[in-house]
């Protein structure tokens, strides 16, 4: 996607993406990989813990016996599992979830009608004229003549279930909610998880369901190798005593995790024979049909926005893209 620098304006800056992007998502290795807040830190530290404690245990201790007196399989297993749940957390939390760009974003690359084409709103019958300008401190960006995307709320689309957002400035489709947490408005928008650090949504839920599941699993192998080790009284490591010690240690946290885990899972797929998101669930909201709704102007990857499988390409550019913008002069017309 490229756009086109207005001539007008002599002073202008090349940025990436990431630097003007205007939410609160953090972005590393340039912009190479997007997540949440800095505020979701503690919460996202606490599961890499809770996943990587236990199996750095087990790869300590119990692993050789189970090896060479139970089955060399189990371990083979459970090393699987945890590439398999490190993978899935990782995508969960670095992919986007479905973010559906601000007024701004799309202005700034040119990609109104394409977004609206996509999200199955009618095109604006009347040529923009908005414009996109750099803050002189070049960290924001300032809409310039902004068209006003609420009037064009049609009763049709209201009836559909689509939305104006305040805070984005578009309007958005069916199930797409505005996260307070990001500060985006997310496609099929599940809700904030801090322990990801990232939104569930359209794009990333499989990923976030399947980290569950596989996580499950994984906890499950390694409290029973835990147990088939410390029953074994065979073993040479320390004394029976400090082996049940440190195998409660161990078991008595991964067991309850394992419920937590138990828990979500069974309230997920709850979830998915209502066809709801949780946030339509917490709220007391039905999902709607919009495989009837949306219609036929709406691109297909949306047009069943019930089936998780079907996950969208991503709305925006790559957050490394650089473009040159002009400077706003000192006192814009916004």
């Known amino acids: 996607m490229s756009h086109d620098v ?49 199996c750095a245990f087990f790869f300590s201790v119990p692993a050789p016996y189970i090896w060479n007196e139970v089955s060399p399989a189990i371990v083979f297993v459970i090393v699987g599992l945890c590439i398999c749940v490190v993978s899935l957390f990782l995508t969960s939390t670095f992919m986007d979830p479905g973010i559906i760009p601000r ?31 750099l803050s002189a401190d070049r960290r924001t960006l300032q809409l310039v003549d902004p068209l006003d995307e609420q009037v064009y709320l049609t009763p049709d689309l209201i009836e559909r279930d689509y939305k104006f957002c305040t805070t984005c400035r578009i309007i958005r489709p ?14 099929r928008f599940d809700h904030h998880c801090p322990f990801i650090n990232n939104c569930v949504g359209h794009r990333n839920y499989v990923f976030f369901a399947s980290f569950i599941v596989f996580s499950l699993l994984l906890g499950a192998m390694v ?41 979500l899972f069974s309230y997920h797929i709850y979830l998915s024979f209502r066809g709801q998101t949780t946030r339509e669930n917490l709220t007391g909201r039905q999902s709607h049909n919009t495989d009837s ?28 893209t650089r473009i040159r913008i002009p400077i706003a002069p000192l006192s814009p017309h916004v």
């Open 293 to 320: 709704l949306m219609g036929a102007t709406a691109a297909t990857w949306i047009t069943n926005s019930n089936n998780v499988f079907n996950r969208p390409p991503r709305l925006f550019p790559p957050m490394t």
């Open 223 to 263: 409290l029973f190798a835990v147990i088939l080790w410390s029953a074994s009284g065979n073993n040479q490591w320390a004394s029976p005593t400090v082996i049940i010690i440190v195998a409660c240690v161990v078991g008595i946290p991964t067991a309850l995790v394992l419920l937590l885990g138990i828990g």
């Open 6 to 54: 207005d001539a007008v304006h002599e002073e202008s800056a090349e940025v990436t993406l990431s630097q003007i992007w205007p939410a609160r998502n953090r972005f590393l290795f340039s912009g190479s990989i997007q997540c949440g807040p800095f505020k979701d830190f503690g919460y996202n530290l606490c599961l890499w813990a809770t996943i990587l404690a236990p």
């Open 174 to 187: 069916p199930r797409a909610s505005h996260c307070s947490v990001c500060d985006n408005c997310v496609l």
């Open 103 to 133: 007024k701004e974003i799309q202005v700034l690359f040119g990609i109104q009608d394409e977004i609206r084409q996509a999200l199955g709103i009618p095109l604006q019958p009347v040529q923009s004229t908005e414009k996109v300008y």
